[in-house]
């Protein structure tokens, strides 16, 4: 009997201290409560604030999200598009490219081409030129020797002219005019002549 009550006591010391313990921290808790309550509630607020802004955006994120995928959709074709036409500028680039360079190296030769002919031009007109005056020169010397012979020629024949008229001249009987007043010694020297 002694020993069962021993027992019984000691049970119910240990319950008396586990409740007085459980008291302790009851009253721990109550004190951390009061004194942590305002920071509480502060944080209740900020979640139930962060839960209704995440409620809207889902909601929001419903209510937009077929608009967003044809935007997204639209997007994508214009995207698709404009690459479509970048291709094609480009080879148009590369086009207009080769075209000018085709264009630039034609345009060379042609003043090549020019220049070549405007020295072949200037050649030939400076050998015309040198030809010309040359046959100039020579058409020249030709005329000063046809012109000196022909001035001597001419002399002679005017010499030969004069003798020929002087001769005729002596040979005709004077007129009757001239033998009546001829004088005495213009007589004589018709008569001298037509004798010679």
Not at 46 to 70: D, G, H, S, W
């Amino acid at each position: 009997m002694a020993t069962n009550t021993g027992k019984a006591v000691t049970m119910e010391s240990r319950i008396l201290q586990s409740e007085e313990i459980l008291r302790a921290k009851q009253e721990q808790i109550r004190k951390f409560i009061e004194a942590n309550y305002g920071q509480i509630l502060d944080r209740q607020k900020e979640i139930q604030q962060v839960e209704a802004e995440l409620a809207a955006l889902q909601m929001e994120a419903k209510q937009t999200v077929n608009p967003r995928k044809q935007a997204l959709e639209f997007l994508r074709k214009k995207i698709e598009q404009q690459g479509e036409r970048t291709s094609q500028a480009k080879a148009k680039e590369v086009q207009t490219k080769k075209a000018y360079e085709d264009a630039v190296q034609i345009a060379r030769a042609e003043e090549q081409e020019k220049e070549k002919l405007s020295n072949e031009l200037q050649a030939l007109v400076q050998e015309t030129a040198s030809s010309q005056l040359e046959r100039l020169e020579q058409l020249t010397r030709r005329l000063e020797l046809l012109s000196g012979g022909a001035h001597s020629l001419l002399q002679a024949s005017s010499q030969d002219g004069n003798k020929s008229s002087e001769t005729q001249q002596a040979e005709l009987p004077p007129k009757a005019s001239d033998r009546s007043t001829a004088t005495p010694t213009e007589s004589s020297k018709v008569n001298y002549k037509l004798d010679e």
